[in-house]
């Protein structure tokens, strides 16, 4: 395989570009071919069959696009289709869930952990868990948010109406007493501003994106999958995909990314 070649990063739309910048900013050398299904977004109230179809037809696209490696930039694919697409193919494959939950194990002192996520990713249990495999004393309190994905898909990610529904949703974590809160969505980092001033300063954020990008670091390095070339401007680095809206795609990227994004190619990804 070659080293020069791009990771595949994946999501529903923009929230895993919360995760590509992650992996840009600890392995810049890294080319990235990322895809967001803008066109069948969300992710987070569909059944896990067809959460697995979808991905596996992502899938199939970022390795004809001769991708190294996969991240799986989103939670509820990563909880409900990782683990029936890991055998199906010839590259190595990452998601977000066991990287975040390690992450709040390593940081809650009073041991209990808050997660918000989408419906599906709480329904399927998957951070409760790999939580209580590491440490089953543990208590572990999810949250379903789906109202804030389509917020971050609007650009609401300072806005007043924002807020409210985020102190609305937390309020059951707060009186669980959680000192650790994962933002168990992709998209859900983009509000960490909203989400911390309504849990307040002694309550640990946790994002998956930084935990990811070093497993996804360690990895390559462990595979000799990692780019030695020299990094070039951000138009030879990173291409974006998207099943739908590629314009309003790029003005929410260019408020994520810490470069414009010149284009946004949208495809037909069920063909
Ligand atoms: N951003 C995705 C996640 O991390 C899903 C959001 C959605 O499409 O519902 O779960």
């Known amino acids: 395989m070659d080293k020069d070649a791009p990771i595949g990063v994946f999501d529903s739309g923009v929230g895993g570009l919360t995760v590509a910048r992650e992996i840009i900013r600890q392995i810049p050398n890294e080319r990235i071919v990322y895809f967001g299904d803008t066109a069948r977004l969300p992710y987070g109230t569909k059944s896990k069959d067809t959460i697995i179809r979808y991905s596996r037809q992502i899938v199939n696209f970022l390795t004809n696009e001769g991708v190294k490696a996969i991240v799986v930039a989103c939670n509820t694919a990563s909880a409900y289709a990782l683990e029936e697409i890991k055998d199906e193919i010839k590259v190595p494959i990452i998601g977000v869930v066991k990287p975040g939950a390690r992450t709040a194990v390593s940081v809650t002192k009073n041991k209990r952990i808050g997660i ?8 399927s249990g998957l951070y409760t868990k790999v939580i209580k495999e590491q440490d089953s004393t543990i208590e572990v309190i999810g949250k379903a948010c789906p109202l804030l994905v389509s917020l971050v898909e609007e650009g609401w990610l300072h806005d007043d109406i924002t807020d409210q529904i985020v102190a609305r949703y937390l309020e059951e974590l707060k009186e669980a007493d959680v000192d650790t809160l994962v933002l168990g969505c992709t998209h859900f980092p983009l509000l960490r501003s909203s989400v911390g001033n309504v849990m307040g300063e002694g309550v640990n ?22 780019n030695v070339k020299e990094v070039d401007s951000p138009s030879l680095m990173y291409r974006f995909y998207v099943s739908d809206a590629a314009e309003k795609f790029k003005n929410i990227a260019n408020m994520i990314l810490p470069f414009d994004i010149k284009t946004t190619k949208q495809i037909n990804i069920e063909e």
Do not use: D, F, S
Not at 116 to 123: D, H, K, R, V, W
Not at 207 to 219: D, S
């Open 205 to 226: 954020l946790v994002n998956p994106a930084y935990e990811t990008a070093l497993e996804l670091k360690r990895l390559l390095a462990e595979k000799q999958l990692a």
């Open 116 to 123: 918000i996520a989408t419906e599906g990713t709480i329904n």
